[in-house]
């Protein structure tokens, strides 16, 4: 057991870091949380002393470093002693897993129903993250995972990332829900979930915010916006016509489209619901435009649309936000020429400057300078992933935010930054808690308006929850109806009593003389207040001198 100070990236790390070797042989070292004071020793050796601050951090930090240990093999024992009490009442032989196959048993996991790629990828990164946590505290086997680590560990997702910026109690409940499962699935039954109990709390400022739906003639604008690309105002018409989710309509095929019943027949994907929806007559002239385009043997309705979902589900999304983009956006905002694409080596002082003068904490500023300076001198992303521990999407998103605060493009994959911008104005709005900006227009939102107008228009709610497939009327309400205030106004009109709904004369106030005097001499010029003077000082015909 013993103290180390290290250097990271040339720079000295000013928390201490300590070494030691568990029951099994195995060495480890994990970073302390007491902060290096003083001046340490020369060479950063420890066998020498530093100034009388150093030492005083060096004696906390070896407490520290013993409380670990002493928890550590706690906890190691309760699991050995859980271990035997598994093996007594099953008769088996059970050998406890490392925490390593924790990302595993999520990836090969069975559901009832298909989930997307990006969800699954995003559950065994979750399920990663806290393996390489747990890792980083001496933990290596799945027992050692106690109730007390598990609120731990849900304490440190509460703690802002490097921008600032905390997650919400829905997606905390989420990162729960899928750390639990993981361990479910490689636990005996008689050990309780370590997560079951722990409880998460919404912090103050966490909203939830839903999508906004539009009124009639915002929908006009919409479809105007969105007849430029063919397939974005197809898709857009079927998900504003039947309240359809994206994949319900990405996926449409020509088995579940009556037209001479004027009918749709399809079981929806997520809840599994058998759905008979009307053929509106603007939806049933592009589903005829479609027929006519039909190859043999085509299965979907909208086949671009269904391989985009299948290999690229972003673009579908991406096409939807640039038709509300182009709608709801000014002109200026919405430009679609993309500057000049320039090397980042000779761009790279102007993009430096930008990042300096960003918002932003100093670990990531430091993180971005690097890449960009790796980036510039002709790096790859393989190169940097390997040596700087980053994903490539992570590099991606880092030297595209540069580029967008710099105002320039270096990146060849980029779109114009002019309607990066509008999308990003236009579709998403900003939280006080949350890693991202909340959705306000997107597929999702053409389902919106389907249940507000329909609601608004009188379709009964529980109509309404057969044509979109929902299982409770109190889904229907709490997610998707979303009136605004001038929606209600008629109705309230005709419920209010007169006396609120028609416009009332207010009575005239009386005039105040003196105040009205007050005015008028206030008006008068100095001539007039001369003459005004000389006529007071006059004797009275009728009561003589005032």
Known sequence: MGLELRLKNGKFVRTFYGRYVDRNGKRHCKRLDTEVKGNPPEGLRMRLKGDAAFE???????????????????????????????ENKTNTKWEEPPLDVLPGTVRGATHRRQRSKQHE?????????????????????????????????????????????????????????????SLKLVLPEAIPNPFQNVAVETTDGDR???????????????????????????????????????GDVCRLKWSSVDLRGEVLKLTTSKTRAELYLPIMPRLRTVLQGRLAERKEGATYVFPEAERELRTNPSGVSRRIKRAFALAFAKPQEATQDAPELVPLAKTLPEVLKAVQAAKMTAAKRDKLIDLLNRYASGQSYRVIQ????????????????????????FLADSQAPGMNAAIRDVTRTARAVGLKAASKYDFHGLRTTFVTLALNAGVGVDKLKALTGHHTVETVMRHYFKPRGTDARNELRAALPASLTETATLPEA?????????????????????????????????????
């Open 56 to 86: 005083a951090s060096r004696e906390i930090a070896e407490k520290e470093l013993t409380d670990f240990l002493r928890e550590s093999a706690d906890a190691t024992d309760a699991a050995y002693h859980i271990q035997k009490l598994v």
């Open 208 to 246: 939830v915010f839903n999508r906004e739906p539009l009124n009639p003639a915002e929908v006009d604008a919409l479809l105007k916006a969105a007849s430029e690309d063919p397939t974005a105002f197809d898709l857009i018409v079927t998900g504003l016509s039947t309240g359809l989710r994206r």
């Open 386 to 409: 390997q040596e700087r521990r980053i994903s490539r999407g992570g590099i991606s998103t880092l030297l595209h935010e540069a580029q967008r605060l710099a105002k320039v493009r």
């Open 121 to 181: 990828v995003w559950k065994v990164k979750t399920v990663q993250n806290f393996v390489d946590w747990a890792k980083g505290r001496g933990l290596s086997k799945v027992l050692e995972v106690t109730p007390a680590v598990a609120r731990e560990y849900i304490d440190a997702v509460y703690q802002p990332n490097e921008e600032g910026r905390t997650r919400t109690a829905a997606n905390i409940r989420k990162i729960k829900a899928t750390l639990g499962h």
């Open 510 to 546: 009386k005039a105040d003389p003196v105040a009205t005097l007050a005015v008028q001499l206030q008006a008068l010029t100095g001539e007039q207040r001369t003459q005004l003077a000389a006529m007071l000082k006059q004797p009275s015909p009728r009561y003589g001198n005032a």
